[in-house]
T-cell receptor
Framework: GIQVEQSPPDLILQEGANSTLRCNFS?????LQWFHQNPWGQLINLFY???GTKQNGRLSATTVATERYSLLYISSSQTTDSGVYFC???????????FGTGTRLKVLA | DTGVSQNPRHKITKRGQNVTFRCDPI?????LYWYRQTLGQGPEFLTY????????KSRLLSDRFSAERPKGSFSTLEIQRTEQGDSAMYLC?????????????FGDGTRLSIL
């Protein structure tokens, strides 16, 4: 089955720093979403981005489907950005999602 | 849009008991998904419904697990004869009928603890 790898696995930043999270997937996909899982376990939808570039405030994302990767950019990080960031992909021929291994982010004040 | 609702939020039970969780999807969404998340891992797919039809099941869904969506609206996930390894967060998601599925919207989950 499709493999979804995220890097880095762990990231510690000072408040105000910028970061780039990467998601690589091993096969073509129909869907791709980025989620933030907060300390209470809630999965917050950040972007639905099977291709192209989107921006929402301090966050932006780019997916290059032909090269099988997606990037999530966080600028001017805040302590509330802490948590785990998941990339989830929907393989072709199915509607289910396969989640990546996650990036655990901690932003220090 | 009231979001995906899951009940209960927490469930503590003894090994061997049966448990049932409920998921109410976003009202206009026809697709409904169940995932399981264990500590330190990403969510793993369990099963998927389109309207009332269960169209895909993971091999993770053992014989002790059963899911229903009787009228194509809310769904239930039942675990019979619970085991220690069933302790996890059970997440429900829903999406619209777009050809490629579209974004999935997740509920807050039901956290199951087996004593």
């Amino acid at each position: 089955g499709i493999q979804v790898e995220q890097s880095p696995p762990d990231l510690i930043l000072q408040e105000g720093a910028n970061s780039t999270l990467r998601c690589n997937f091993s096969d073509s996909v129909n869907n791709l979403q980025w989620f933030h899982q907060n300390p209470w376990g809630q999965l917050i939808n950040l972007f639905y981005i099977p291709s192209g570039t989107k921006q929402n405030g301090r966050l932006s994302a780019t997916t290059v489907a032909t090269e099988r990767y997606s990037l999530l950019y966080i600028s001017s990080s805040q302590t509330t950005d802490s948590g785990v960031y998941f990339c989830a992909v929907g393989p072709r021929g199915t509607y289910k999602y396969i989640f990546g291994t996650g990036t655990r982010l901690k932003v220090l004040a | 849009d009231t979001g995906v609702s899951q009940n209960p939020r927490h469930k503590i039970t003894k090994r061997g008991q049966n448990v049932t969780f409920r998921c109410d999807p976003i009202s206009e969404h026809n697709r409904l998904y169940w995932y399981r998340q264990t500590l330190g891992q990403g969510p793993e797919f369990l099963t998927y419904f389109q309207n009332e039809a269960q169209l895909e099941k993971s091999r993770l869904l053992s014989d002790r697990f059963s899911a229903e969506r009787p009228k194509g609206s809310f769904s239930t996930l039942e675990i019979q004869r619970t085991e220690q390894g069933d302790s996890a967060m059970y997440l429900c998601a829903s999406s619209g009928l777009g050809q490629l599925g579209g974004p999935q919207h997740f509920g807050d989950g039901t956290r199951l603890s087996i004593l």
